[in-house]
């Protein structure tokens, strides 16, 4: 299971950081990553990290903004996201795949959403 948390109301310009547990199975040869959902919208990518931290990907719209990382010893990944914008709210799921490019395109693992929610 894949248990995200740390999302909340803030307003932009502001700071969150997102974690995202692994319980019950290990993630630590997976690479891991975020997606998030805005009403009426489909999900997108976020961000993703390879299984030892080494590489990271984002979406445009969040490059130079959020910053991924994983801690393979504490089994979780957090996504700290900066310079919060409106258009960052959405609810953020957590995921997980083999590898980073199969798990932008659609990973095998989800986690539960936490709502992030940044006003102007």
């Known amino acids: 299971q894949l248990q995200a948390s740390g999302g909340g109301l803030v307003q932009a310009g502001g700071s969150l950081r997102l974690s995202c547990a692994a319980t019950?199975?290990?993630?630590?040869?997976?690479?891991m990553g975020w997606f998030r959902q805005a009403p009426g919208k489909e999900r997108e990518f976020v961000a993703a990290?390879?299984?030892?931290?080494?590489?990271?990907y984002y979406a445009d719209s969040v490059k130079g903004r959020f910053t991924i990382s994983r801690d393979n010893a504490k089994n979780t990944v957090y996504l700290q996201m900066n310079n919060l914008k409106p258009d960052d709210t959405a609810v953020y799921y957590c995921?997980?795949?083999?590898?980073?490019?199969?798990?932008?395109?659609?990973?095998?693992?989800w986690g539960q959403g936490t709502q992030v929610t940044v006003s102007s």
């Open positions: 019950g199975r290990t993630f630590s040869s997976a690479a």
């Open positions: 995921a997980a795949d083999s590898t980073a490019l199969i798990l932008t395109a659609g990973p095998a693992y």
């Open positions: 990290v390879n299984w030892n931290g080494g590489r990271t």
